[in-house]
């Protein structure tokens, strides 16, 4: 079968109102740039996901929206998704809340400190609002703390955290009540070039689909849609689990609150509900997410000491899912060396938290040709030019 999207002929260069975009990938990524586009009136857009919308890592996310990270590019793209997240009820008509809880860092030695101390001060330029806490400030904002060893934290209470499943919801619909296309089930089997070598669509699972633009937006998928066309796009699958635990006594005022020493997290969700997990960062490549309970009595006793307060609570629920990481731990976003090829993918567990920015800054690129954003250090020719980026606020 032979599905010609949006009929007509297909032109060499794309027009300057963006043209025919296609879009792979019906995650947080691909959903918040064709809704971004939707926005800005274009909606000749189509996105193609091999199975349901959001039913890739965005469904195993757990939402947290933090500023505080040490790499400037990220500190802007959550800043500037914030606006979004907290008008995206509003604006879709959807169930969405983003609470701002805040987010907190706690260092156990000096070398810890001076580096939040460092991320602070370039946060407090870019306008976040972040502070060092002594330890004695930490008990007033975080009294379910145990302070032993800690040395002092970096707080900012901007951030916070949402349901990754209820926006995505939310982008699906307002998508699904413009003419932009959604195709689920559809999966991408090879891309279609002109004599010129220019992608001029894709082959599916459905048929052909033509383009002026394809946007590789496939997160942990993204590598084999690379290789189709000759590009390595380093995104490699890692998996991550989360646990959720009961509480009578949870305390919603207070902040997501890291310990770096062991990287495990507690993060409050509902009166009744915290999640926590963090302690699973270095682990080997995987092609399915898979909790691993060998992890699991290191990350409780380590919330035992940090968070005694939940200390003894096994967990009444876990998952994983894949994130999708890169080498400097951080996206890869932008033109490719392939005409008509853009890829937004590789967001190393940030995804979520920096996709209304990433949708806005590409709708703006495609559309207009500019952006007051600056995407480029996160090209993704980077890594050919061996220029690596560093990402030091990690867990
Ligand atoms: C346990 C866990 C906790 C996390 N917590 C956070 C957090 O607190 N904050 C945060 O910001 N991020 C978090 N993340 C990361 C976040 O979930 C991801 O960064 C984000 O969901 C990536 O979105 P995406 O659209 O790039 O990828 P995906 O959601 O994976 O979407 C890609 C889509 O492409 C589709 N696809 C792939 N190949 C093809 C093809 N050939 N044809 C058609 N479709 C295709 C897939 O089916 C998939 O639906 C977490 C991740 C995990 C696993």
Redesign the pocket.
Known sequence: MRQLLFGGTVTETPSPAGGRILI?????????IAHHLLDAGHEEVAV???????????????????QQFTSEINVRLVRDSIPEFLTLGERTGMPFEFRQHGYLFLADSEERLASLEKSAALQRTLGVECEIIAPDRIADVAPDVELDGVLGGSYSPQDG?AI?QEA?AAWEAALRRSRVQIHEG????DFRRSPSGRVVGVS??AGSFDADTVII??????R??GRMLGLDIPVSPR????FEILSEDVDLGTPLTVDLGTGAYV?PKSSRRVLI?GNDREVPESQR?ALDPERIPSLLSAIARRFPKYAGIAPSRG??????MTPDDHAIVGPTGVAGVWV????????????PAIGRILSELLLEGRSDTDLGPLRPERFAEQVSLHEGIRF
């Open positions: 792979v990938g019906g995650g947080a990524i691909g959903l918040s193609l996901e091999q199975a349901e919308i959001g039913s890739g890592t965005s469904s195993a996310g757990t939402g947290g929206i933090r955290s990754t995505v559809v999966r991408v089997l599916t699972s937006a496939a997160g942990v998928w993204s084999g849609l998996s991550r689990q989360a993060h997990g997410p998952w994983a899912g894949l994130r999708e937004a993918t590789g967001f190393s567990g940030h995804g979520f938290m920096q996709a």
